[in-house]
């Protein structure tokens, strides 16, 4: 079906086109011969284009990630041509269902995110759409100014995607939203006409086609002058419709200083349907000096609404609100938790976070202190923690942007659905309308947390629907009655996230069927074949038309018989009681797994490059397929058969082969998808069908022959001594040749304790030795058992006990056969780990273990091996070697027996297992034991090594890239006396090869300090 040459002039509904496979292969075709950038057509990454953060599921046309501005000319001229529809896209974190459709997506996140000029004096900066805004603030923050709207996804969010939505900040009331931050926009038409939009001065050398447009524009203003006027809502959150309003300005902030014409503003928050954005120049500020944070409690919500039009007079730059529903999740995440009780003052319903800012600090504290005193006369004494410092003040703003985050955190069908997130409504109505719209939601038996920019009048809130099932319908009646509300109160449907496919239907009701005919005469002067992001802002499909879903009813996904046990998702929740079964209870054919990957709602906060771990692939890549998000979906997709009959496909392995299991996804992603322990999953399934490759079972089986190795090590290790070894054993068993591998010892820490006297029933400590550890590193053991006899304790070492026949060998906790996806194997080992320790876990003894992704399978891993309550039993007293010192500090005066080092300074790399179970507070603290260190921890991801990944010929350059990101520059650069400390095995490899310099577990440096005490 071609696209329609005259499009009617009202918001009637269009379908999306669809574009048969011959055209399809038709445009990818050319688009191969024409492009140097990705062109992805398959049915897998469609399928990753086919979501963004909203509850809609489009497939496109197929995926361009451009490498350069050229590629994006050919592209649209390639798709003109053949009348196929493009779709520019930045982070996809649109809420509204922009960034879908049946077109062909450009993703210029990846390539074009260059800075292309910067001005201080004119205090703007000029850049390519792909920059993310953390990135650009980074870049910014040395010459003192930033871009000052603070969207709380800025780890992610891409300017050019930020336009397309007119984004706005918590700190809107001070610096306003996009519109009213940019300057200039760099663009090209659909026809493929270029040009520069601006401030109407500059206009005059635009291309003839432009100034006719603009002329038209202008025309269509002059005519609808008196309708925008009534309809064009006069508050500063409308970002629903095109911004006809610039040439007659209705918002209570004007777009521009002395309410002149730019007609870049007519872009912003076209969502891509006018032009597609090629350069940005904005508008800079100066990074504030000094903020001050006061964050009032209130007994009720509505109380907190009613003060909020009372507290924007003091001249905040944010009043922010964050609920009781939040406060009590951010509560039961272990890291907000200490954050958030800090702002509490008894029990409050809701907290106001009142943000000052100034370039003078006696200022900011005035203002804070002025605070103090208006809650009084409110009312409300005594309610206010003031935050003067910097640290806990940026700790509380972290939590408030993972509110939303916070809130998708909840397990099953239903789930927070935005589709009313941001009606924007005047402050002095702001408490009724809370208020009524929280009866509404009881109404249709359900509930919504209320959170964010209460200084605007733009409150989120999502009411938890279940789209599978009647939330269609639900969705609808709330969104009718809150309009209703919102028309009463004068305010704006759409004030923050857009149109979309959500609310595009919604432009008629807000702006009347005059403005809407404007709208639909603007989309055509720009782009009159409708090429652009086609059913967005006009000519829209319903909010509700269930085939564009990403859960539709009947959705469904296969029957698996899962290996590890997925049953704390296999629930049901009642939002409305706030209930939730119990595992197992929730009817998922695929046991819970498909629950875990749903929980994946495309947020994309995996996408962050900043501090954390999450997520070291894509870190390196920047490819869709390669991020978390990029994987949860394709699972998703592969659970519920949209990629054919069997989940365990090529797709998923695909996009799984880079994913080096480092757990950050588990602690950081906001809703816990945890794809290390999905891909322990997925290659379970995969290998009963494939088997395991030569050098697969080689890793896997470590544990099985490393006694032997160990007995004739000069064998085992003579791939690295023998000429010739490496290279074969690349072509045979696909290990990197650049790579020496870790070698055999023959001194064995389990053979050289063999004839140590254990202290029986009164150890206090159980050491549990890991495979590496053993063969591969003994010292790191001795260490450990040194220092730990040093502290005063009494250490038994953890051996086999008889059961099957196996005491011979080692104990070990599975990870290599876990990482082959041997899941039975695994468990087999689990049960003698369980089997040797349980009496020592019975008596109350601590398990204290050096290898952090082997130890910490006793507390992650073996919960999921369906080994019963003796499983839970020790995961409690499982310990690293760093964290049993740091909890017992108080008793061991361990302190009293280190001397300091010759080394002033360590540097400290945390393993990725240590970070996720947030480990590394207690590295820190025993290393601080040392007197006269001082202990710097690298900011860094993976080291990329992770497990036997990085030795893999296939992986050696990604595993590479991971650790050049941060972790080997920083060795690099560190003194040649300053002490390299990394726990883990794979990163002291990764660091030797990398940057050649040797690091040491932290059981070492302890025992040095020990030993150079008693030397
Ligand atoms: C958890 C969460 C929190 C959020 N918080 C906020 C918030 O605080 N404030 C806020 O305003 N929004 C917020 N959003 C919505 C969203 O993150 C923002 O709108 C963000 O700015 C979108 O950036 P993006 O790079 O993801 O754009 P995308 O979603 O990729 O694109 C957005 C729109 O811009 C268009 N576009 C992208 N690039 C171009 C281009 N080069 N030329 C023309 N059009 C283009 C796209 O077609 C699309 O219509 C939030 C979303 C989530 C999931
Ligand atoms: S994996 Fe987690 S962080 Fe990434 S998009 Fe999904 S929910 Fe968000
Ligand atoms: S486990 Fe690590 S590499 Fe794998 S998806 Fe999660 S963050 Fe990314």
Redesign the pocket.
Known sequence: MRVPRSLPLMNAPLPLVFHPAPAQADLARALRASVAGDVLFDAASRGRYST??SIYQVEPVGVLVPRTMDDVHVALDICRSMRIPV?????????CG??VGNALVID??KHLDNVLAFDAAAMTVTIE??I?LDRLNAWLRPKGVWFPVD???SA???L???????????RSIAYG?MVHNVRAID?TLADGTCASFGPESMMHDAPARVRSLLSALRGIADRERDEIARKVPHVMRRVGGYNIDVFAPQSERPYTADGSVNYAHLLVG????L????ALTLALAPLPAHRTLGVVNFPTLYRAMQCAQHLVQLGPSAVELVDRTMIELARSNPAFRPIIDGALIGEPDAILLVEFTSDDRAHTLSRLDRLVELMGDLGLPGSVVTMRDAAPQRALWEVRKAG??IMMSMKGDGKPVSFIEDCAVPLEHLADYVDRLTQVFAKHGTRGTWY?HASVGTLHVRPILDMRRDGAAKMRAIAEEAGAMVREYKGAFSG???D?LVRSEWVGWQFGPRLTRAFGEIKDLFDPEGLL?PG?IVRSTRMDDASLFRYRPGYRTLPVDTALDWSDWNVHADPAADTVTPPGTGGDPAQGFAKAVEMC?????CRKFDAGTMCPSYRATRDEQHLTRGRANTLRLALSGQLGPDFANDAVRDALDLCVSCKGCRRECPTGVDMAKMKVEFLHHWRAKHGLAMKDRLVAYLPRWAPWAARFPWIANARDTMPGARALSERWLGLASRRTLPAFRRDTFLARTASRHGNGDTADVVLFVDTFTNYYEPDNAHAALAVLEAAGYRVDIARPVSRDGDTARPLCCGRTFLAGGLVREARREAQRVIDALAPAVARGAAIVGLEPSCLLSLRDEFLSLKLGPAAQAIAPRAFLFEEFLASQRGSHHLDSKLTALPQRRALLHGHCHQKAFDAMAATRDVLSLVPDLAVEVIESSCCGMAGSFGYEARHYDVSMRMAELSLLPAVRNASADTLLVADGTSCRHQIADGAGREAVHVARVLASALTSRVG
């Open positions: 963004d953060a779709l520019p896209r930045g982070a996809g974190s649109s809420q922009q960034t210029h996140s759409p792909g993310v969207v709380s996804t992610q969010a891409t050019g995607g930020m336009a397309g939505n007119n984004s706005c900040g918590s939203n663009a076209s969502e891509g349907t032009a597609w954005t090629r939303l985050n964010a923050e996230h857009g979309g992001n967005k709602n495309n947020n994309g906060h």
